[in-house]
């Protein structure tokens, strides 16, 4: 893994934007996000997952919410401009995005759809996203992904 430049981290340098990259151990068992943000040492609500949806107005787009918390599909839906949204098949992510689970990263999907992100992002100075393959996470300003991203914030999690 050392080295490996994913698509994400080419795009982040194509656009002179400052990253950090974390490496985990993956455990094919448990890809759950609380348990990369364990590997990472990170506090889970800093360490954000990508979820890919499917609207009935706008199409494909793309929600990140930290990993300890559970996606509203309600308030997803009215945030993104839609009257229903669902999560897409996890068969389908890979030919939609160009990713696969738990490597999933707002950054570098094959198109750029509208992306959402959970607003409790602005409590932190960095955050943790995806580089794009397992066992590897990107740390960025959450202002610098939001800009890069075009990405609305939005109350995205159910309490």
């Not at 994400?8 to 455990?27: C, F, N, P």
């Not at 979820?51 to 945030?79: M, N, S, T, W």
């Given at each position: 893994?050392?080295?490996h430049?994913?698509n994400?981290?080419?795009q982040l340098d ?6 950090d990259?974390?490496e985990?151990e ?6 759950s ?10 506090p889970p ?9 499917h609207?009935?107005?706008i199409?494909y787009?793309v929600?990140?919410?930290?990993v300890?918390?559970e996606?509203?599909?309600k308030?997803v839906a ?14 389908d992510?890979?030919g939609?995005t160009g ?5 999933c990263?707002p950054i ?12 409790t992002c ?5 955050m ?6 397992r ?8 202002q610098?992904?939001?800009k890069?991203?075009?990405?609305t914030?939005?109350d995205?999690t159910t309490y």
């Amino acid at each position: 893994m050392k080295n490996h430049k994913t698509n994400a981290m080419r795009q982040l340098d194509a656009a002179g934007i400052e990253y950090d990259v974390k490496e985990y151990e993956v455990d094919e068992n448990d890809l759950s996000g609380v348990h990369v943000a364990a590997q990472l040492g990170q506090p889970p609500e800093q360490v954000f997952k990508t979820l890919v949806l499917h609207g009935d107005k706008i199409g494909y787009f793309v929600c990140c919410l930290p990993v300890d918390q559970e996606l509203d599909l309600k308030k997803v839906a009215r945030a993104s401009g839609n009257k229903h949204a669902e999560m897409i098949p996890m068969k389908d992510l890979l030919g939609v995005t160009g990713y696969i689970r738990g490597g999933c990263s707002p950054i570098g999907m094959k198109k750029k759809f509208p992306t959402f992100i959970d607003e409790t992002c602005e409590l932190f100075d960095e955050m943790a996203v995806s580089a794009g393959v397992r066992g590897m996470q990107i740390i960025i300003n959450p202002q610098t992904l939001i800009k890069f991203t075009d990405a609305t914030l939005a109350d995205l999690t159910t309490y």
